[in-house]
């Protein structure tokens, strides 16, 4: 918050000039600032011009938030206008808005869901007058964006577009807690593309990019929406199953080789097949964390490895 919106948002003198100015003022900066009395009423408007970033806001004046906004959120609001009244403390929130929940918006700002935070201030009170607050409300829809596309970056592999090693393993870590708190099963798969090197050298690296890609889509293809992905490097992925038995993790290990064996790659004049080896376990009582259960899964795809891949091999010793 600037100057000028600390200046806004402190109770206004009684000098008219000054008065007058800071009204001026206001009134030219693009963000809007609504006076809202304990009551919840919009009493006035200042500033909030900015049709790229604020539908008008005239329609609010005289009208109340409980028939404006959807009950949650103007029962939200007007706890923040009655917490900054009565604790003479300025409130902050964010919140996000769409044009069809202002009732009698004339929906001429930018369109889609918008984000705000709102600066709420108790102004001087007047003997004999309802307690009022200023509500600066400013647009951060773009700063929204700006984290949710930074909290992707560090969570996703940029290769494949599915967890990259860090966040798949911070993902196993709740998945196991939540399975041995509620006494569920829960299952991984481990598997990578077979003779991975060879398409590299016979084909280029840039096959072996789509050979990966290839593999992720498979996964985001076959699995559930509550399933879990991540490349833990190269061309091994690992897979989080919750909810879920050995026994039917074997089966989706087994969907998955033969959907993976089933992929084309063209490549000019050449088409480029591949399969998959997989090993797959489940989480026993013995486990003391997700890395146990990924170890065992590991040694399952080095048995599929090493007796001829293509090949889905389970850990049955996790079977309970």
Partial sequence: ??????????????????????????????????????????????????????????????????????????????????RAINTQVLQTLEYTLDNGQVAGSRCDGPPGPQWFEARVAPMRPHLGEIPTAVWLALNITKRKAMEEELKRLASQDPLSEVANRRYFFELGHKEFLRARRHRRPLSVLMLDIDHFKNINDCFGHAVGDQAIRALADVCR????????????????????????????????????????????????????????????????????????????????????????????????????
């Fill in 221 to 320: 293809t076959e699995l559930r929406l509550c399933d879990h992905i991540g490349r833990l490097g190269g061309e091994e992925f690992a897979v989080l199953l919750p909810e879920t038995r050995l026994d039917q993790a074997a089966l989706v290990g087994e969907r998955l080789r033969t959907r993976i064996a089933g992929i084309r790659l063209a490549t000019g004049d050449d088409e480029v097949r591949f399969s998959g080896s997989i090993g797959v376990a489940g989480m026993s009582e013995d486990d003391d964390n997700i890395e146990c259960v990924l170890q065992r899964a590991d040694q399952c795809l080095y048995e599929a490895k090493r007796s001829g891949r293509n090949r889905v091999i389970t850990d049955l010793s996790s079977d309970p």
């Fill in 1 to 82: 918050m600037n100057d000028l919106q600390r200046t806004l948002l402190t109770a206004l003198p009684e000098d008219a000039a000054v008065v007058d100015q800071i009204h001026a003022i206001a009134s030219a900066i693009p963000d809007p600032i609504f006076v809202i009395d304990y009551n919840g009423r919009y009493v006035n408007l200042i500033g909030g011009r900015e049709r790229l970033l604020y539908d008008s806001g005239e329609t609010l004046v005289g009208r109340y938030l409980r028939d404006i906004f959807p009950p949650a959120i103007a029962d939200r609001f007007l706890a923040a206008v009655r």
